[in-house]
């Protein structure tokens, strides 16, 4: 079992930063890499990017690449998604993910494990 807890959600204006933090526990050492997904009311969870655990491989969606940057500390089994240069279309709520294989980065079936979501609103 691996548990995922969200935080650094809220509220921030356009063109603003917020960082995000995903805290693992239980069985980390098997999880492969981690994720960060985002959701709409009434919209497909959508693919953010990815880390991978040992080699800290990254993966982007178009849409925030190089405002987006996604990082991990071993040490304490928490991965971040820094978020600069936010808009209002950035507005979800972010969940990050668990894979214990490798698999596709942006297919959310390929993930094993959620956390409960923290929700971000960007004001225009």
């Known amino acids: 079992q691996v548990q995922l807890v969200e935080s650094g959600g809220g509220l921030v204006q356009a063109g603003g930063s917020l960082r995000l933090s995903c805290a693992a526990s239980?069985?980390?050492?098997?999880?492969?890499?981690m994720g960060w997904f985002r959701q709409t009311p009434g919209k497909e969870r959508e693919f953010v990017a990815r880390?991978?655990?040992?080699?800290?491989?990254?993966e982007y969606a178009e849409s925030v690449k190089g405002r987006f940057t996604i990082s991990k500390d071993n040490a304490k089994n928490t991965v971040y998604l820094q978020m600069d240069s936010l808009k209002p279309e950035d507005s979800a709520v972010y969940y990050c993910?668990?894979?214990?294989?490798?698999?596709?980065?942006?297919?959310?079936?390929?993930?094993?494990?959620w956390g409960q979501g923290t929700q971000v609103t960007v004001s225009s």
């Open positions: 993910a668990a894979a214990l294989l490798g698999g596709r980065p942006s297919r959310g079936s390929d993930y094993d494990y």
């Open positions: 880390i991978t655990w040992i080699f800290g491989t990254k």
């Open positions: 239980g069985r980390t050492f098997s999880s492969y890499a």
